[in-house]
């Protein structure tokens, strides 16, 4: 079974950055689709960046712009860079991991962005 193991997480201003880390416990990670989901308080699950494992990206439209979704394959890890942040981007970040029907979820890791 795929684990996946996130970081980066934390308190930051508006207007700042961070970015998150997930890594994959297997190698099988190449093949998959790997992305960010998040969700806040009363909000629906929401896409954040995708990235598949030929590297075409999507973005949810709310972070067009500003966030970057990248991986590195040799260390099973998928990135996010996330610029210009704002209040609204507060949520818990969830990684996840698509292959086939393999869907798998991190345990999820807090932003928080202060006005």
């Known amino acids: 079974q795929v684990q996946l193991v996130e970081s980066g997480g934390g308190l930051v201003t508006a207007g700042g950055s961070l970015r998150l880390s997930c890594t994959a416990s297997k190698s099988t990670f190449s093949l998959a689709t790997m992305g960010w989901y998040r969700q806040a308080p009363g909000n629906q699950h929401e896409l954040v960046a995708i990235?598949?494992?030929?590297?075409?990206?999507t973005y949810g439209d709310s972070v067009k712009g500003r966030f970057t979704v990248s991986r590195d394959n040799a260390k099973n890890t998928v990135y996010l860079q996330m610029n210009s942040l704002k209040p609204e981007d507060t949520a818990v970040y969830y990684c996840?991991?698509?292959?086939?029907?393999?869907?798998?979820w991190g345990q999820g890791t807090q932003v928080t962005v202060s006005s």
């Open positions: 990235m598949s494992s030929v590297g075409t990206t």
């Open positions: 996840n991991l698509k292959l086939g029907i393999i869907n798998i």
